[in-house]
C-alpha cells in the first residue's frame, strides 16, 4: 500500500555487503581501474 515507504537503496546496500567476496571486491576495484584509465586515455594493453 505505502510502497513509498520501502527503502530500496537500504535493502540494495545490505545485499550488497552480505554477498561481496573477495573475489567480487577485486573484480569491482578492477572494473573501476579500467574505468579511470580509459579514462585517462590510457589503454594497459596497448603502450606499457
Same mark, same amino acid.
Given at each position: 500500500m %505505502?510502497r513509498?515507504?520501502? #527503502?530500496?537503496?537500504?535493502?540494495f546496500?545490505?545485499e550488497? @555487503?552480505? /554477498?561481496?567476496? %573477495?573475489r %567480487?571486491r577485486?573484480a569491482?576495484a578492477?572494473d573501476? &581501474?579500467?574505468a /579511470? &584509465?580509459?579514462?585517462?586515455g590510457? &589503454?594497459? #594493453?596497448e @603502450?606499457n
Amino acid at each position: 500500500m %505505502e510502497r513509498g515507504h520501502f #527503502n530500496w537503496g537500504r535493502v540494495f546496500q545490505t545485499e550488497h @555487503k552480505a /554477498a561481496r567476496s %573477495e573475489r %567480487e571486491r577485486r573484480a569491482i576495484a578492477l572494473d573501476f &581501474q579500467v574505468a /579511470a &584509465q580509459r579514462g585517462a586515455g590510457t &589503454q594497459p #594493453n596497448e @603502450k606499457n
